[in-house]
């Protein structure tokens, strides 16, 4: 009696990337259905949002593999449980990741749910990362090419998610999944990847930030005091930002240091390392480990605070409560709260967390 094959729900997004995984795993005989989530519709027209056209190709790639698709529609879920939560961070000063929000809360939540629902096994994506299982525990690790590695906006997902998760591209290269996806005849093959945040598309952030946080223009000052400026809004800014403080004169470039949400003052600087910039530790909330807490901390490892990041040397310290201090070996470059700090063992992610308040360099807190 032949064996049923493993059934396996892609999440199809319109890029090659995700095309190859299903494509992958139907070659491996797997029952493969391709699903196309649509998680905005607040401007859902041909200037801003690309999701027809996404869905388009998505319909495209499923002729062409001969898959059937089905659609969803997660926009009330995204609003309520990614976007809130991003402009209350901004509205806060901080400056969230609504990546790993949505990771966290619809394609590892709500699209698994869904997927389960249809009676799938696993589901699957075209995110490079790995899944290694041992003794019943999953491991998160970083893709073979580290260049287009995706672990860190997965740091937050659990056991409970990562077992029936698939990532097909794990073990390989982006320059390959091209040259794959031509070889298949896929419409997608040399289909630009997307870049940005999802809902914003190709406009201006501040033009759509501007939407939902209103302008509050407050002074732009060194840190010794003196006035240089006017700024628009704290949320339109980011800690080491250069563009769009408009301050003339001589010197160095300009670069946001620091920002005070109750006396609405944008701290600036001069020159891209100006010790203002530079933290020696951070306290990071909401810490999140992919299976267990280390048993002793404190703990000697690696952090990333921004995507692309070199990994940093670390001292992990534990402190009350679901928070931690991470101590760096070299001063870090704006850590910025709001975003994410991840915590990896050579090329296992340890888990994440937010990060909160950051302490300059030969301060009481490193």
């Known amino acids: 009696m032949t064996p049923p094959k493993m059934k396996v729900v892609v999440g199809l997004s319109g890029g090659v990337d995700s095309a190859i995984a299903a494509a992958r795993l139907k070659a491996q ?27 388009a190709m998505a319909e495209q790639v499923v002729e062409a593999l001969d898959i059937p698709l089905k659609t969803v529609n997660f926009a009330h879920e995204y609003w309520e449980r990614v976007f809130a939560i991003f402009l209350r961070e901004y509205e806060a000063g901080r400056t969230p990741n609504p ?30 990362a790995r899944v290694e299982k041992e003794n019943g525990v999953c491991h ?67 033009d759509f930030l501007s939407r939902y946080l209103p302008a509050k223009p407050g002074e732009m000052r060194t840190p010794e005091g003196q006035s240089v400026g006017e700024h628009q ?15 003339g004169g001589p010197g160095d470039a300009w670069y946001v240091c620091a920002k005070d949400v109750v006396t609405n003052v944008l701290t600036v600087v001069q ?12 306290v990071v909330e909401n810490m999140h480990w992919v299976d267990n807490l280390p048993e002793a901390l404190p703990l000697q490892c690696c952090a990333k605070t921004r995507y692309r ?12 409560g679901n928070t931690l201090l991470v101590e760096f070996e070299e001063p870090q ?18 888990g994440g967390g937010i990060i909160g ?8 807190e490193s």
């Open 29 to 55: 005989d797997c029952e493969v259905t391709g699903l196309f989530m649509k998680n905005w519709e607040e401007d859902d027209d041909a200037e801003y949002c690309v999701a027809r056209e996404d869905l």
């Open 99 to 128: 990546d790993v929000l949505c990771n966290r809360e619809i394609k590892f939540k709500e699209f698994l749910s869904y997927a389960q629902h249809l009676g799938s096994d696993y589901i699957a994506t075209g995110h490079y």
């Open 140 to 206: 998160l690790l970083k893709a073979v090419d580290h260049s287009k590695d995706q672990s860190y906006f997965l740091h937050t997902l659990n056991q409970k998610a990562l077992s029936p998760t698939l990532f097909p591209l794990g073990e390989s290269l982006k320059k390959d999944i091209r040259a794959e996806a031509d070889a298949l005849g896929l419409p997608n093959a040399s289909r630009k990847d997307s870049t940005g945040i999802c809902f914003i598309g190709e406009r201006r952030f501040s």
């Open 233 to 247: 809004g704290l949320w339109f800014y980011t800690l080491g930002q250069r563009h769009g403080l408009d301050i």
């Open 271 to 282: 020159g891209h390392d100006h010790p203002g910039l530079m933290r020696q530790s951070a």
């Open 309 to 320: 990041q070199e990994d940093q040397n670390c001292l992990v310290h534990e402190r009350e």
């Open 333 to 350: 470059r704006a850590p910025t709260p709001g975003q994410s700090l991840v915590l990896y063992q050579g090329d296992e992610v340890l």
């Open 357 to 364: 308040t950051t302490y300059p360099v030969d301060s009481l």
